[in-house]
């Protein structure tokens, strides 16, 4: 008989089907501390604490737990990961400054110049304050916990931020390449010096902006601030085309350079900015994420010794840096679900990286009927 999918529970207690004891578990699992604790045959709570090899967290844990059968994990660093979104509020703030400041610098110089480079520059500024503000406003909001009506919190605000962020650079580029398609057919007077002046100093705070994001933030973890500092990158190298363009004006006088530069410019922008909404898309899709083999982590839990079968397995990502994980172990019907589940846990944590992990524990008397995805 067909059992719920979250119900499931074993019910093997009687002679050489009980519990199997410490050193039967030790074989399960035999590395790492752990503790447990039970409360008779129909509720089982299990702790089990895990220390990452060769490391020490200022403040970590991890726990499991299994009603009749179904694990649940959640994987928990606390001085890690309040660091690191403290750390990405400061860049993005002080890249907001920054950016801000020079936005109004160029805009003006670009106006007194006539340089299509400025102009294009500064307007990719005020995308860029923008998007800085975004993802700064998403980084604050992300922090909020949970609630019964969100129960994953709002970490996906930061997904979405970089989405907007992703297609604002895509309109942007495409608003340059059209201006400089026109200042081509139609040349204009520009004036070199001025124009590598201003440039300079854009190019400076872009830096600046840029070197906050990379050593305050974590730029490779977290894509609501890659965006950013693509962002802010877009914008250093338009910096670098206008002064290149303003020095080849003030140098020989070609003119043509100056919407010339914002094209390559605006097509260095549109490849992150492709990176950045292909990712994101993927994440919103629930994709399995980059760098993680679903068949690695289904023949690593199928060698589990009680193992029978890994079935309903989904890796996705909640946000950057938090993975989640999802499965089915078809285990021998004399195991101890408690322990398999704790070695599971341990396995997908300390190899794989992944802390957030639900897994259900199910045994051949009580297979569930076929599942839809």
Not at 74 to 81: E, F, I, K, S, W
Not at 274 to 300: C, F, K, Y
């Amino acid at each position: 008989m067909k059992k719920p999918s979250g119900l499931i529970r074993n019910t093997e207690q009687e002679g050489g089907n009980e519990r199997r004891d410490g050193e039967d578990r030790a074989h399960i699992c035999a590395h790492g501390p752990e503790h447990g604790h039970a409360h008779g045959p129909e509720h089982v709570h299990a702790h089990g604490h895990a220390r990452d090899h060769g490391q020490t967290h200022a403040s970590g844990h991890s726990h499991g737990h299994s009603h009749f059968g179904h694990g649940h994990h959640h994987g928990h660093d606390h001085g890690h990961a309040h660091a690191g979104a403290s750390g990405n509020r400061k860049a993005l703030g002080i890249a907001l400054a920054l950016t801000a400041g020079i936005l109004v610098l160029e805009f003006i110089g670009g106006l007194l110049t006539n340089s299509l480079a400025l102009l294009s520059d500064s307007g990719h500024m005020l995308s860029d304050a923008g998007a800085l503000l975004l993802s700064l406003i998403a980084a604050r909001y992300a922090a909020r916990p949970a609630t019964r009506r969100n129960s994953y919190g709002y970490h996906r605000f930061e997904i979405l931020a970089a989405l907007v962020n992703g297609v604002a650079l895509f309109l942007i580029a495409i608003w340059i390449i059209g201006e400089a398609i026109g200042r081509l057919l139609t040349p204009a007077e520009v004036s070199g010096l001025p124009m590598m002046l201003i440039a300079a100093v854009g190019l400076a705070a872009n830096l600046g902006s840029a070197w906050a994001l990379l050593s305050q933030g974590d730029v490779r973890g977290n894509v609501n601030l890659r965006s950013a500092y693509l962002h802010v990158l877009g914008d250093a190298l338009g910096s670098v085309g206008a002064l290149l363009a303003g020095l080849f004006i003030f140098l020989f006088g070609w003119t043509f350079l100056d919407p010339v530069i914002s094209v390559l410019v605006s097509v260095l922008i549109l490849r992150g900015a492709w990176g950045v909404v292909r990712h994101t898309l993927h994440v919103l899709m629930e994709g399995t994420p980059d760098g993680v083999d679903p068949d690695e982590i289904r023949s690593a839990l199928e060698k589990l010794d009680g193992v029978l079968d890994v079935h309903d397995l989904h890796v996705w990502t909640i946000t950057s840096g938090l993975n989640s994980l999802s499965c089915h172990l078809l285990a021998e019907d004399r195991s101890d679900g408690q322990a398999l589940l704790r070695c599971a846990i341990r396995l997908l944590e300390e190899r794989f990286g992944i802390d957030h992990a639900t897994i259900q524990i199910e045994h051949s008397v009580h297979c569930h009927g076929p599942l839809r995805i």
